[in-house]
């Protein structure tokens, strides 16, 4: 029988879906074996390959196994896993893209019925299949018309009618069943509901049964051919005669809870309202009400519908671009599990119905594309919250959300969300991509009239780590700006007009909670000295002003990558110098003396610009992008390069240059630098005497070269994914070739090394800014093969402070040396693991 292993950041998504999956195979004797989480009770979340390769030699089976896992790192623990088992066994596995839920349900079943690893693996893939039709296109089921099947086996001809009894429907315990009776039978099985009998679907496919989406009440046929047509239909009657094993139990009333009515103003207590606990806190501040200005949408006819539909696509891909900026930002601040929220939005974004839709109205019908956008985003709006399941209907707010910045950029909005002063945020509601960009330092709390646990708001807020009471009613919104509030975040109340006591007790509470969090991050603003005594600067990757005081918090002993990006992203028309040196003034500030190294701006590639046409590149990656297209418009480029250069004064500025390949390619930036510098020099304006300039060592030929460009440049800063991407050939986000994306390959780590040396020759340093600079097994690496700083995401710091403090750098250096001479990734990984004790 095929086994399956699922891999998974989380240990109990991991055991929840392993359960799942048992549940619907209990009489098989089917492994599931499950590797997930670090094992570290501090930092639980990620993947162990070790433990992954325990896991699968734990399912091994001659026929075959199944390997599911969640995400990214997961995707490349699992193949370094393989690498740890022996060739003859290595070839038994199957590593599946398939959904890890869903993918081990469906694989569970074909499984338990005998199916090859091929078989069972192409019920994994198609597992979305049934969620899809279901949100999609609920009266088409997903089935069609079926044509004589070349598999049938002559033989009799047998059907029957069966009413479905089941009190949730077929839905997918007893759909599991369903498919696992007809599946011991040789003969070609189908079924249809009674009133579309052309409609028919493979009764041994879960994915086809599940997504018919039979509910109580409703009758099927099915239909057998085959030379056991006959026991294979009194099968399943039989199983039917049971609820295909489903006990139905008897329903517990519900506890009575006072609930005000729709059309009251929500739950009060004595001295305020009570909502939804939806992220734990406390807080306590005057109400900043927050009144979105929803975009007028008049419907009127065009006389250009090619023109109107270009611009609604252009407005779509500035959206695009914003959402992925903040998918970045959020990864970046929390985790990228939080960060694929976004993820969602993006499909959005590009579903083909809702684009088919506005086409359709905008070519066909000349409709406006503000109309025909709002008309597609409402269909989709009410078919989500037609959904039965709250965490699926709670998707509509997310569709709303995408809806809402589509039709600002159609109208040349601006969609930001700016607190004048410090307090607790009332609205009505708040959107996902509005809770994602509210800064910490002035959003104090949240109180929303709707809203519950399961939106993404509620997520991202709990993420952020700010206290928020959602559902409130709408009592909220009689609210005046100003009035004193005080939450409770894990309670769901929230005081207004409080007492002097109640306030008092609540601004104890707030002191205490954010205490408790200070502590937790106290240590990480030590400086990292290891226990020979060498300090090592922990600097931050970020993106914003609000990144840059998140990094602070976390402990960062400055920036060491701000990509200059977040200002030209998501935004139909280029940043003017002014409000480029704004921006980066804002953050040089907060700063005060620690290093702020700016990236000149680096687009092109997977960052195209709205208003920066580009001609189409067979591969973008290798093309014309980041400083290649700066140089190729050096008016705009020294619009940056003095915006830079006049907040430099009083600070301490560095200049970084992304995607250097040649020794020319620096010069000429040089040159428009100097040039920059005179333009302001030449208006009046100080500029610092001295601004250290740098580049990234992005490309293999940047490295192999190193001791050229020390001799020209301050400082080095190794991009180790983008260093890694070229090195190994291997592009980012394909996970066909994961397992060629780890930037601790021997390879890349040669690349290193050479800068290293290169820069040590004339006195210069080498930073590190890529992922790898966050990674446990990696900093003593990196250290030893003299490394001077590691710039990495804020939420990195604290660990990797800590990890600093243990070690002996004199001592690292000869681990680094041999890994230096391994073959492989997964050896210096484990190479390293062994020899420092690391988990």
Known sequence: MVNLVLVSHSPSLARGAAELARL????????????????????????????????????????????????????????????????????????????????AVSAAVQASLGGTLEQVGAEALGSLGNKACQLSVPEDNNATEAPPSSETVPGITADTTIEIRNRLGLHARPAATFVQTAGRFASNIQLARTDRETQRSNAKSINAVASMGLRRGETIRVWAEGPDASAAIGALKKAAESDFGEVEEPEVPAAKVQVAPAESSGNRFDGGLIGIPASPGYAAGPAIVLKLVEPEVIQHTIDDPEVEWNRLSKALEVVRASTRQLRRQVAKSATEYDAAIFDAHLMFLNDPDLLEEARLAILDGRKNAEWAWSEAIQVTVVEYRKIEDDYMRARAADVVDIGRQVLIQLSGGAAALNMPSPGILVAKDLSPSDTARLDRAMVLGVCTETGGPTSHSAILARTLGIPAVLGCGKALGEIAEGTPLAVDGSTGQVWISPSAQVLGTYREKAVEWRNRQELARQTSRAPAISRDGIAVEIVANIGSAIDARTALDSGADGVGLLRSEFLFLDRLDRPEEEEQCAAYREIAELMEDRPLIIRTLDVGGDKPLAYLPQKEEQNPFLGKRALRLCLDMPEFFKAQLRAILRVSAGHNIKIMFPMVADIAELRRARALLEEAREEVLRIGITTAPKVDVGIMVEIPSAALLAPVFAREVDFFSIGTNDLTQYTMAAERGNADVAYLQDALHPAVLRLIDRTVRGADEVGKWVGVCGELAGDPVAIPILLGLGVKELSMAPGSIPAAKTLVRTLDLAGVRDLARESLALESAAAVRLLAKERLGLE
């Open 24 to 103: 619907m195979t209990q009489k098989a004797p089917l492994i599931i074996a499950t590797a997930a989480g670090t094992g570290d009770e501090s930092s639980p979340l990620g993947t162990n390959a070790e433990e992954i390769a325990k896991a699968m030699l734990e399912a091994y089976s001659d026929d075959g196994v199944l390997v599911l896992m969640d995400m990214g790192s997961a995707v490349l623990s699992a193949e370094m896993a393989l690498e740890f088992l022996p060739p003859d066994k290595r070839v038994k596995f199957v590593l599946s893209s398939a959904p890890i839920v869903e993918g």
